[in-house]
């Protein structure tokens, strides 16, 4: 498996895995163009994917600290850093049939080492509790997540955009769980 920065030549696969996964919808160029550009700080970039013979199989966006904006979704009190010291896990995906294996995790370490370096001390994340076997909250805790909030709806108005996010569990109007959870880094 290798593991690197997600680079343009990456765009179409990454488009199809994360709508694959997530819901039709989920991503599009433009957003993807936004997402990755908030990863970008100090001449590295946060946002990482994952081949496996050539496929791609896995990918993680992340944000850099002060580059991406609080919401109501957001328990700042809670948090153990400052809001400019405060990466976001934005989204991760890993194809159904290499799910297991690691991937997310050596995506999410790769992440954790740029932010690192970028001086994030912590990254925050909402995780999807409805994915399969709440397996989002369960690899997020084992890499050392910490509980912070759980949010419904987190993902209703997104749905309900114009754009036309269909989550896979609700369809056309998501009223799926988020956990916020936070990761301090060591």
Known sequence: MQIRPY???DEKSLLILANKVHG???LNKATLQDYLQRGLSAGLNAS???YLDGQLVGYRLS???GKWQTDEWCSQSLWPVAANEM???KSVAVDPS?????IGSSLL????QVLQQQGAKAGLAHLWMQSPGNSAVRYFTKAGGRLLAVHQDRWLELSLQSSG???PVCGHQCHCTAAEMVLEFK
Not at 98 to 102: D, I, M
């Open 7 to 9: 680079r343009a030549v």
């Open 109 to 112: 370490q790769a992440s954790i």
């Open 87 to 89: 990466a976001y896990f």
């Open 24 to 26: 039709a919808g989920y």
């Open 165 to 167: 996010y269909d989550c």
């Open 48 to 50: 990482f994917v994952a």
């Open 98 to 102: 290499v799910q297991g294996k690691g």
């Open 63 to 65: 944000f850099s600290a």
